[in-house]
């Protein structure tokens, strides 16, 4: 894909990461292995077993139904939700998370045009931190500034954006969001500046 259309009026560019940068259930789906490999091994539970019902709940109901359907049918006692959430936040993966090619060729475009990168991120600051720190950056990380919405007002306010845009001094028309969901383009236009839907640049 040629990205001059996107990089050539554009000084910055703002990602949010889940599904735009890499695929998030890339991380969910390591982080409910650990905690069947953590529930055999305290509770003497089938890891397999419990992983498949978690893997189906996460795509059949979504990431905070996980853990209570988990519990319901292997009667996992409460107190080891804490454990759970403590992988959520904290889990050292089996596995490094990987950029979407075609989002890292944008990415390392956008570089050597000595442009801005910044991450903008929805969710726990903790845990979207920790995805960043095991995601392969292939160099990429030095050039990133990481925002997360929670410290500003959650999207579609466009607080953060605007204090991105302060901040480094840009005018809007300076600046390109990249996002996934209908959250995402809200945000970018009740801040005033373009937005780019990531399915786009995963188009051969």
């Not at 359907?69 to 936040?89: G, I």
């Not at 998370?97 to 991450?119: D, N, Y």
């Not at 990429?140 to 991105?164: C, D, N, Q, R, T």
Request: hydrophobic content about 45%.
């Amino acid at each position: 894909m040629a990205f001059e259309a996107y990089t050539r009026h554009k000084k910055a560019f703002v990602f949010e990461l889940d599904n735009v940068i890499y695929p998030e259930k890339d991380y969910m789906l390591q982080v409910y292995y650990l905690f069947a490999q953590f529930m055999e091994y305290g509770e003497q539970m089938d890891a397999g077993s419990m992983l498949q019902v978690m893997q189906d709940t996460y795509y059949k109901q979504g990431a905070g139904q996980v853990f209570d359907q988990a519990a319901a049918v292997f009667s996992v006692p409460e107190k080891y939700r804490l454990n759970f959430n403590m992988l959520l936040t904290a889990a050292k993966l089996p596995l490094k998370l990987l950029i979407f090619s075609e989002v890292l060729k944008f990415m390392q475009e956008i570089v050597i045009e000595r442009k801005q990168i910044f991450l903008f991120t929805d969710g726990a600051p903790a845990i979207q931190l920790n995805k960043i720190r095991q995601t392969e950056w292939h160099g990429l990380e030095s050039y990133l500034e990481v925002h997360f919405s929670a410290e500003s007002k959650p999207k579609p306010s466009p607080e953060g954006l605007l204090g991105i845009q302060e901040k480094h001094q840009l005018k809007k028309a300076d600046l390109l969001m990249i996002g996934k969901t209908a959250t995402d383009r809200i945000c970018a236009e009740n801040a005033g500046i373009d937005f780019l839907n990531a399915d786009k640049l995963l188009l051969p």
